[in-house]
């Protein structure tokens, strides 16, 4: 099914051609925006953008086949924005149609949940100004369903720049949305690996920190939303989807796993011990446990695995 594209002008700037039909120069950053029956969500999305300080930038709206009203919101309330509708194909997808139309030099998402803070992308470009072949990330403050800032929880004090491919293997600090990277780089990756359901952005930033430099924003740079149809509530599927997302990218990148061979260790064990305490937790197997467990020991020993394997026998 071939989409439907609305052209419109860019945010902050003149129609799309001059006088007398003369192109309007590209964009210097096109945010792509994937929406799925978030209307009102993305309503304010969409005006977080607007007030943003950093002016040369378009607006891309993929929308994965929403039934709520949102084509005729987005036509009514943000004429600038270049809307395109496609069969529901999931999120991945979405963001991939996003960066197949954009003529920005740089690409950057904004979750049709979230909010980007007014000088996100004046915060995000700024490394990039200086080092124009690398990427950019920032983090964030949570915000529950009706805007209201709750405790957000930090995997780390200070995030790091440069090779980051080691501290991205032990945590997720590098998020779908305001990550800001060059968009030849993301279509030469091949964008996001759309037959993944959850997991896609985290296999991209590992990509992205295997192939250049990622430099961290020090405050956060957007609120993230928390609700009850969030993709990234934890359940045991989706840390197992992670899971694979790892073992992958060490199988197409073996000189990580050597290079980094104590660390990896560390972090395939802490994920089976996750998966262990996320399987009991929904009353699954009693042999799925001992299976995770087990292999949590085998990646690396620890009294306190070795405990809960025993336990998980009783």
Request: glycine share 6%.
């Amino acid at each position: 099914m071939t989409p439907e594209i609305t052209e419109r002008s860019r945010t902050g700037g003149p129609p799309a051609n001059g006088p007398c039909g003369t192109p309007h120069p590209a964009p210097l950053i096109t945010i792509g925006v994937s929406t799925y029956n978030r209307k009102d969500y993305l309503r304010e999305s969409l005006q977080s953008l607007r007030r943003q300080t950093l002016r040369d930038f378009e607006i891309i709206v993929v929308d994965d086949g929403s039934t709520d009203g949102t084509r005729e919101m987005i036509r009514k309330e943000f004429p600038e924005v270049r809307y395109i509708h496609q069969k529901n194909s999931g999120d991945a997808a979405a963001k991939n149609s996003v960066a197949a139309h954009a003529a920005g030099r740089y690409l950057v998402f904004n979750d049709s949940d979230d909010l980007f803070l007014p000088d996100a992308l004046e915060r995000l470009y700024a490394p990039l100004a200086e080092h124009p072949d690398d990427c950019s990330y920032g983090q964030y403050i949570t915000i529950d369903a009706d805007g209201n800032q709750l405790p957000t929880r930090s995997k780390m004090k200070t995030f790091p720049s440069g090779d980051i491919v080691p501290a991205l293997i032990m945590h997720v600090i590098v998020h779908g949305c305001a990550t800001m990277m060059p968009t030849p780089l993301f279509r030469t990756i091949g964008g996001y690996d759309a037959t993944l359901r959850v997991g896609h952005d985290y296999k991209l930033a590992l990509e992205l920190a295997a192939r250049t430099r990622l430099h961290a924003v020090a405050e956060p740079v957007f609120l993230r939303r928390r609700h009850d149809t969030n993709l990234s509530n934890v359940n045991y599927e989706k840390i197992k989807l992670l899971l694979t997302v790892v073992e992958d990218f060490l199988s197409r990148h073996p000189e990580t796993r050597s290079a980094h061979a104590s660390l990896v260790r560390k972090r395939l064990a802490a994920f089976h011990n996750k998966l262990a305490r996320e399987a009991k937790k929904e009353k699954r197997a009693p042999a799925l446990i001992r299976q995770h467990l087990r292999q949590s020991l085998r990646e690396e020993f620890s009294l306190k695995a070795l405990f809960r394997y025993l336990a998980a026998w009783v």
